[in-house]
């Protein structure tokens, strides 16, 4: 942990952005929640910094925090801002890089869904 940076205690209020700090020609992580069920986990990625396409077993939440992000889903690229968020479906090639600064919470449940992509839709 960065030095300065806030500690996570359980019932205490903690502002996520400034769970990890930028570093240079990087993309930083801190695991804020782990457990066999799911895994909640902040990120900070440099300017040109991002995650090379791969798949994931479950779906994940994607919430930008700070800055904006670019993610990729089976090849179709959505520019997402600070404040939205976008569900990477299990099983799908994604991919995120970062045309600028930006930090955001990963939120992944290890579950099932019944749900098939591309339709699945959550109503807002």
Do not use: C
């Not at 990625?45 to 479950?58: R, V």
């Not at 968020?85 to 930006?102: D, E, N, Q, T, W």
């Amino acid at each position: 942990m960065k030095a300065g940076s806030p500690s996570l205690i359980a019932g205490r209020k903690v502002t996520l952005p400034l769970l990890v700090g930028y570093q240079e020609k990087s993309v930083v992580s801190r695991v804020v929640l782990n457990s066999k069920e799911g895994t909640v986990t902040v990120f900070a990625f440099d300017s040109g910094e991002g995650l090379s396409e791969h798949t994931a077993p479950y779906d994940a939440l994607v919430q930008i925090l700070e800055g904006d992000a670019q993610v990729t889903i089976s090849g179709k690229t959505t520019l997402l801002h600070q404040g939205e968020a976008i569900i990477l479906p299990a099983g799908v090639s994604h991919a995120l890089s970062a045309p600028a600064r930006f930090k955001m919470l990963l939120t992944m449940i290890r579950a099932r869904t019944s749900l098939h992509w591309p339709n699945r839709e959550v109503e807002v």
